[in-house]
């Protein structure tokens, strides 16, 4: 599983709430990636990040924040959560050092905005 | 614009049967293509990568530049093959793992 947890796993929250979802690795490696998976869209990339404090968009950003303070911490925030946002979170990770193009993900943690 | 297109929601065959899981992409670069998995219960999980030439649990992929696809392919569906399938790409030697994914087929390999 690489060392990834997400938490919470599952969430049900009220609109205009702020959220945060966090992801762990248990290994330093250096880019995390947060994901958002939607029936019809696949996944989406919200952000990224490619060390400590050094992180970027991606795709849908809008309404999401990340932080990274520490390598193994990958904090994805949701400063005032709308319906549009329910959706299942995935968190991944790069072993290589080396860009291959595999991720390993987490399980996921599924979010409902009532 | 890079995208990645999967037309099919949903692949229905019956154990022992060819599948064909359709990827057509558009990126104005050299491409990298993958294809990536979901068991039910799962981690999302690498399948396979085009610059790899394998066959992986008996499934291939083969990039057509002309045509740009990346279609998964197995000559003999087995039940365990049910699953989430995602085509996905990067651009070739980039800096990150940033993957553009499809929309996803779900393969239902019947009995």
């Known amino acids: 599983d690489a060392g990834i947890t997400q938490s919470p796993r599952h969430k049900v929250t009220e609109t205009g709430t702020p959220v945060t979802l966090r992801c762990h690795q248990t290994?330093?490696?250096?880019?995390m990636y947060w994901y958002r998976q939607d029936p019809g869209h696949g996944l989406r990339l919200i952000h990224y990040?490619?060390?400590?404090?050094?992180?970027d968009k991606g795709e849908v950003s809008d309404g999401y924040s990340v932080s990274r303070s520490k390598t193994e911490d990958f904090l994805l925030t949701l400063e005032s959560a709308t319906s549009s946002q329910t959706s299942v979170y995935f968190c991944?990770?790069?072993?290589?050092?080396?860009?291959?193009?595999?991720?390993?993900f987490g399980e996921g943690s599924r979010l409902t905005v009532l | 614009a890079q995208r990645v297109t999967q037309p099919e929601k949903l692949l229905s065959v019956f154990k022992g049967a060819p599948v064909e899981l359709k990827c057509n992409y558009s990126?104005?670069?050299?491409?990298?293509l993958f294809w990536y998995v979901q068991y039910s219960r799962q981690r999302l999980q690498l399948l396979l990568r085009?610059?790899s030439r394998e066959s992986i649990k008996g499934f291939t992929a083969d990039l057509n530049k002309g045509e740009t696809s990346f279609h998964l392919k197995k000559p003999f569906a087995q039940e365990e093959d049910s699953a989430m399938y995602y085509c996905?790409?990067?651009?070739?030697?980039?800096?990150?793992?940033?993957?553009?994914f499809g929309t996803g087929t779900l393969l239902a390999v019947q009995p």
């Open positions: 991944a990770i790069s072993e290589s050092t080396v860009p291959t193009g595999e991720l390993f």
């Open positions: 990126y104005s670069g050299s491409p990298e």
């Open positions: 990040s490619y060390g400590v404090k050094d992180t």
């Open positions: 996905a790409l990067r651009g070739y030697g980039g800096a990150t793992n940033k993957l553009i």
């Open positions: 085009h610059i």
């Open positions: 290994e330093n490696h250096r880019y």
